[in-house]
């Protein structure tokens, strides 16, 4: 499975951004489709993710403030960020997995840069 993300970039705090990231590939079966994220000398954390029948998850940091959901039709999965804040700066990874199995042994997106200001 290969996954192509898009969004991200420079905003102020309090301000949104919006993550998208398609999947393409042999996709079949249950699956989980989340955003993770690596701030500067930290280790990746799972900030979201949803299945395919939109069960969903959410780090306790990003509750109430970041939305994930998902258009199964275009197998891409979104992340919706308000009340952003200067700890949100971070790489974020799309992750694509099949159910039972761990993230770690998933697909990656190539990462995309969200930095937040002050």
């Known amino acids: 499975v290969q996954l192509q993300a898009s969004g991200g970039g420079l905003v102020q705090a309090g301000g949104s951004l919006r993550l998208s990231c398609a999947a393409s590939?042999?996709?079949?079966?249950?699956?989980?489709m989340g955003w993770y994220r690596q701030g500067p000398g930290k280790q990746r954390e799972l900030v979201a993710h949803i299945t395919g029948g939109g069960s969903t998850n959410y780090a306790d940091s990003v509750k109430g403030r970041f939305t994930i959901s998902r258009d199964n039709a275009k197998n891409t999965v979104y992340l919706q960020m308000n009340s952003l804040k200067p700890e949100d700066t971070a790489v974020y990874y799309c992750?694509?997995?099949?159910?039972?199995?761990?993230?770690?042994?998933?697909?990656w997106g190539q990462g995309t840069q969200v930095t937040v200001s002050s």
């Open positions: 992750n694509f997995r099949f159910l039972g199995t761990s993230a770690e042994f998933g697909s």
């Open positions: 590939g042999r996709i079949f079966g249950g699956n989980v």
